[in-house]
């Protein structure tokens, strides 16, 4: 069992940066580091839509092709928290961002792949 937990979001002009951290409890008998950790951001009306991933140890990542260059994912293990920097903001990143962590999976774009999820940060950028 796992909890998430982000914060960061706000609102912040066009080519701005913001940073997302993900604040995770991991039941006793695992570990933080047990599991493959993601963002996914949602807008209403729409389907939620990966944007970065990161492995167990952090030693792979991968990311949507809007953001590539402009977003980081990074995990502490010490801390047990996930972030995302994001950078050079545009209006069309404007969503609720969530953190999903999974118990076998690593940097899957599927969200049915995690099983656990915060309960998201809204990130406004205007224009």
């Known amino acids: 069992q796992v909890q998430l937990v982000e914060s960061g979001g706000g609102l912040v002009q066009a080519g701005g940066s913001l940073r997302l951290s993900c604040a995770a409890s991991v039941a006793s008998g695992r570990t933080f580091s047990d599991y493959g950790l993601a963002w996914f951001r949602q807008v209403p009306g729409k389907e939620r839509e990966f944007v970065a991933a990161i492995s167990w140890t952090g030693g792979s990542t991968d990311y949507r092709d809007s953001v590539k260059g402009r977003f980081t994912i990074s995990r502490d293990n010490a801390k047990d928290t996930v972030h995302l920097q994001m950078g050079s903001l545009k209006p069309e990143d404007t969503a609720v961002y969530y953190c999903?962590?999974?118990?076998?999976?690593?940097?899957?774009?599927?969200?049915?792949?995690?099983?656990?999820w915060g309960q998201g940060t809204q990130v406004t950028v205007s224009s």
């Open positions: 999903a962590a999974a118990t076998y999976s690593i940097l899957s774009f599927n969200p049915r792949s995690y099983d656990y």
